[in-house]
């Protein structure tokens, strides 16, 4: 079991700049593939980046390459995500994910989400 609290979210101005963390306890952190999606008012759940185990690789939509970065912290159990040069449509409820396929099951886990509003 993995519980995930996410962090760092607020109001910022276009432009601006924020940090989202995600904290995680449970099983080893450093086995599980770690995603943030978000989810704006009447749109679907989407994927932001992700980081695969031990830093190896991200991957980006491409909506956010090159002004957002996915980052990770094995030792303090904890995924970042930098958001630079935000836009007015990053806004959106931020969700931590982690995953990991062990034995055959696939483990998948979710934070409770932190809001990113992007306004003037």
């Known amino acids: 079991q993995v519980q995930l609290v996410e962090s760092g979210g607020g109001l910022v101005q276009p432009g601006g700049s924020l940090r989202l963390s995600c904290a995680a306890s449970g099983r080893p952190f450093s086995s599980y593939a770690m995603s943030w999606y978000r989810q704006a008012p009447g749109r679907e759940r989407e994927l932001v980046a992700t980081i695969t185990r031990a830093g190896g690789s991200t991957n980006y939509a491409d909506s956010v390459k090159g002004r957002f970065t996915i980052s990770r912290d094995d030792a303090t159990n904890t995924v970042y995500l930098q958001m630079n040069s935000l836009k007015p449509e990053d806004t959106a409820v931020y969700y931590c994910?982690?995953?990991?396929?062990?034995?055959?099951?696939?483990?998948?886990?979710w934070g409770q989400g932190t809001q990113v509003t992007v306004s003037s």
């Open positions: 994910n982690a995953v990991l396929i062990h034995a055959g099951a696939l483990f998948n886990y």
